[in-house]
């Protein structure tokens, strides 16, 4: 009796899991969907903000992988809240890495900028804290995890705006709360115990209301999906597929393949080399200081359904047998059907490579 609450919530995410639509398969339909779509919900990680010089988490130098650095046991522990009421100043040690001072959007933000004015965007849901989506004008946007625009006091909630501990932060300090040091009549803030935290959302806090109040409401005006920049490790923004009609189609736009969600295609590589593609394509212009203009095509290799590898696709096993490193070495204008016909490509190895989940096993759920 005391598992059936577990076995009830892995057969609903199970249930919830969505199947591939069997319909959509290639990089023109993608355009196509682009083209029709109204009301086209984004979903955005790290990895559109990279190239503008803020660190990721997950990838082999991202934040993650530093953990002697930091002394951690777990990585997460850094966005943990327990942890930090214990240890801010592992926190503040690194926040300066992810404020957003000094930092321009990348072309990625300008896209979804562009379907805003093109009256497409449904909602830009953001699991960066790093504020680009509005520098770069984004009105439509919820900050699923929040960001460092405000901060508040962990003790009496105390709320500034995020510019009055930017200088602490820059500096790897832990800002006090002046409200509890004032009320407190301290005189030395280091004895103060009140700290002050933007307000991003850490493992074991709530969401922000505005997610429940939005989403609800999203998913039943949906009619595209595209997920941009992220692995969707990080519950629950990362339920948001199974939330959605199945009948939506989804995209995927990421370095990595991501392999315990079926999406309809999976466009995969530096999505600043994606973008400006799928622009051309579309015949939109997409205009960013770091873009040039150009009528040709940007080189990639199709893999069979639906898995289009471009310029900074990481991967890995037998794909790097037909040349596609982790910087695809040797793209060229070519399809795939076009590469030296001695190398004999098995599509079934290459998702087997890529760890495609299968819809006749349950592979697929997660522990």
Known sequence: MQLLPVLHKIVAKF????????????????????????????????????????????????????????????????????????????????????????????????????????????????????????????????????????????????????????????????PRCPKCKKLRNEEDVEECLSIMKPDIVFFGEKLPPEFDQCFPKDREKVDLLIVMGSSLKVAPVSEIMGQIPHRVPQIVINKTPITHMQFDVQLLGDCDVIIPELCRLLEWELVHKKLKPSSKPVPYRFVEPNIYLFEGAVVKGELGDIGVKSNVEGLNDQRISNIDDSKEIDHTDLRQTLELPSSSTLSHIES
Not at 27 to 46: F, P, W
């Open 15 to 174: 249930l919830r899991q969505r199947q591939k639509l069997p319909n959509i398969n290639t990089l023109e339909q993608v355009v196509e969907l682009l083209r029709d779509s109204k009301n086209i919900m984004v979903l955005t990680g790290a990895g559109v903000s990279v190239s503008c010089g803020i660190p990721d988490f997950r990838s082999e130098n991202g934040i993650y992988s530093r953990l002697s650095e930091f002394d951690l046991d777990d990585p997460q522990d850094m966005f943990d809240i327990n942890y930090f009421r214990d240890c801010p100043d592992v926190f503040y040690s690194f926040a300066k890495e992810i404020y957003p001072s000094n930092f321009t959007p990348s072309p990625s933000h300008y896209f979804i900028k562009l379907l805003e004015e093109k009256g497409k965007l449904l909602r830009n849901y953001t699991q960066n804290i790093d504020t680009l989506e509005q520098a770069a004008g984004i009105k439509n946007v919820l900050q699923c995890h929040g960001s460092f625009a405000t901060a508040s006091c962990i003790v009496c909630e105390y709320k500034v705006d995020g510019s009055e501990i930017k200088d602490d932060i820059l500096h790897q300090r832990v």
